[in-house]
T-cell receptor, first 111, second 113 residues
C-alpha cells in the first residue's frame, strides 16, 4: 500500500453538486491529518485539519476512520472557486514531522 | 499578516551553475521545511529544521543539495552544479511545531536550461 493514496480523479461536477474525496494511509501510527488545496501553479494551502471526531467548516466536512486508516473530505454545494487539486496529507508517528502528501485529486466545478 | 516569503520567485539558469534559494518563515515558527514539486507531481520532502536541533537531511536527493538555517530565521537551499532534472518548484513551509499545519510560501520556480 502506498503511504498516502487518493482517488486519482479528475472530478468534473456542476455547480451545487456534492463531491467526496477519499484517502487511505499506510502508517497506523500516524497522528496528524490534513486536507490542503493547491490551485494551478500555486503553493498548497491548508484547507482543514482532520480530527477523530470529524469536523466541519461551512460547506466542508472531514472525517477520519483510524481503524480503516481512511480519511474523507466532503464538499457540499460546490462553487466554481472550489476548482483545485485537493491533497490528503498525513504525518508519521509521534515526533515524525515529515508530512507525506498524496498525489492529489483534481476537481473542476463547471457552471 | 506576513506569511512565508521565498525568493526569487523565478530562477532560470544554465546547467552546471550554482543556485541559492531563500526562505523567510513566519515569525515564531520553529519548524521549517523544504519540498520540491516537479511538474504534475506530488510534493517531495527535502529537509527539515527544528530550532537549533540537527536538521533532517534525509530527503536531499544528492550531495549537490545543501541547506542552512540560522536559529529560527531565514533558510537557504543551495543547489550546486545544477542539472536539468533539478527543474522544479521549490517550496518552503513553516509551522509552529512539528505537529501543527505547515504554511507554504509561494515557491521558487527553477528552470535549468
Amino acid at each position: 500500500r502506498k503511504e498516502v493514496e487518493q482517488d486519482p480523479g479528475p472530478f468534473n461536477v456542476p455547480e451545487g453538486a456534492t463531491v467526496a474525496f477519499n484517502c487511505t494511509y499506510s502508517n497506523s501510527a500516524s497522528q496528524s491529518f490534513f486536507w490542503y488545496r493547491q490551485d494551478c501553479r500555486k503553493e498548497p494551502k491548508l484547507l482543514m485539519s482532520v480530527y477523530s471526531s470529524g469536523n466541519e467548516d461551512g460547506r466542508f466536512t472531514a472525517q477520519l476512520n483510524r481503524a480503516s486508516q481512511y480519511i474523507s473530505l466532503l464538499i457540499r454545494d460546490s462553487k466554481l472557486s472550489d476548482s483545485a487539486t485537493y491533497l490528503c496529507v498525513v504525518n508519521g508517528a509521534e515526533g515524525n514531522y515529515k508530512l507525506t502528501f498524496g498525489k492529489g485529486t483534481l476537481l473542476t466545478v463547471n457552471p | 499578516g506576513a506569511g512565508v516569503s521565498q525568493s526569487p520567485s523565478n530562477k532560470v539558469t544554465e546547467k552546471g551553475k550554482d543556485v541559492e534559494l531563500r526562505c523567510d518563515p513566519i515569525s515564531g515558527h520553529t519548524a521549517l521545511y523544504w519540498y520540491r514539486q516537479r511538474l504534475g507531481q506530488g510534493l517531495e520532502f527535502l529537509i527539515y529544521f527544528q530550532g537549533n536541533s540537527a536538521p533532517d537531511k534525509s530527503g536531499l536527493p544528492s550531495d549537490r543539495f545543501s541547506a542552512e538555517r540560522t536559529g529560527e530565521s531565514v533558510s537557504t537551499l543551495t543547489i550546486q552544479r545544477t542539472q536539468q532534472e533539478d527543474s522544479a518548484v521549490y517550496l518552503c513551509a513553516s509551522s509552529i511545531t512539528w505537529d501543527q499545519p505547515q504554511h507554504f510560501g509561494d515557491g521558487t520556480r527553477l528552470s535549468i536550461l
